[in-house]
């Protein structure tokens, strides 16, 4: 279980780091929109942090999708 989770995370961390860049966006501009500390999205594109629902939310938000259409790159 723990390493499916791991993995899943690490997906997912990828995927925002994708998304982030292609909106052209730091890791500084994207903790702004979402109103946390830039440690954490650098710890959330790393996969070593399990991203809460608000912060999902307000990642989700920052790429004007849904939160359920971000998390879509963990189905493959």
């Not at 279980?1 to 995927?15: A, D, F, P, R, V």
């Not at 052209?24 to 070593?48: F, M, N, Y």
């Amino acid at each position: 279980m723990q390493k499916s989770y791991t993995i899943l995370l690490k997906k997912l961390g990828k995927e925002i780091t994708r998304l982030r860049k292609v909106h052209g966006l730091t890791q500084q501009d994207l903790s702004a929109k979402c109103d946390v500390d830039v440690r954490t999205i650098q710890r959330i594109e790393k996969g070593e942090y399990g991203v809460g629902l608000h912060i999902l939310l307000a990642i989700a938000h920052s790429f004007n999708m849904s939160a359920s259409d971000l998390l879509s790159c963990l189905k493959s």
